[in-house]
């Protein structure tokens, strides 16, 4: 089992950026995608971006589209979650998850998930 470590998250205000980073304990090509979701308060977890390592592929949830950008080093091990124009509603845990399967927002696709980080966005 490989350890996914986030970092990045923080307090910004409306309109601000944050750049998150999943790092792998291992070689993050042994995963095919690694996707980011988030979890508001009282609300379920949701998908809102991946990456297939492998074939470079990216996908985003509409509202993750032209505002986040996912982007991978694998020589680093590392995914990048940029994060432009953020808003009070992606308050949230990130959390972001590895998968030896495409792109997909269900979770039980996902094998080892990291520990999460939190991300506030408030004036």
């Known amino acids: 089992q490989m350890h996914l470590v986030e970092s990045g998250g923080g307090l910004v205000q409306p309109g601000g950026s944050l750049r998150l980073s999943c790092v792998a304990s291992?070689?993050?090509?042994?995963?095919?995608?690694i996707g980011w979701f988030r979890q508001a308060p009282g609300k379920e977890r949701e998908g809102i971006s991946c990456?297939?390592?492998?074939?470079?592929?990216?996908h985003y949830v509409d509202s993750a589209e032209g505002r986040f950008t996912i982007s991978s080093d694998s020589a680093k091990n590392t995914v990048l979650l940029q994060m432009n124009s953020l808003k009070p509603e992606d308050t949230a845990v990130y959390f972001c998850?590895?998968?030896?399967?495409?792109?997909?927002?269900?979770?039980?696709?996902?094998?080892?998930w990291g520990q999460g980080t939190q991300v506030t966005v408030s004036s």
């Open positions: 998850a590895g998968s030896r399967y495409s792109c997909s927002w269900l979770e039980y696709d996902y094998h080892d």
């Open positions: 291992g070689f993050i090509l042994d995963y095919y995608a």
């Open positions: 990456i297939n390592v492998r074939g470079g592929g990216t």
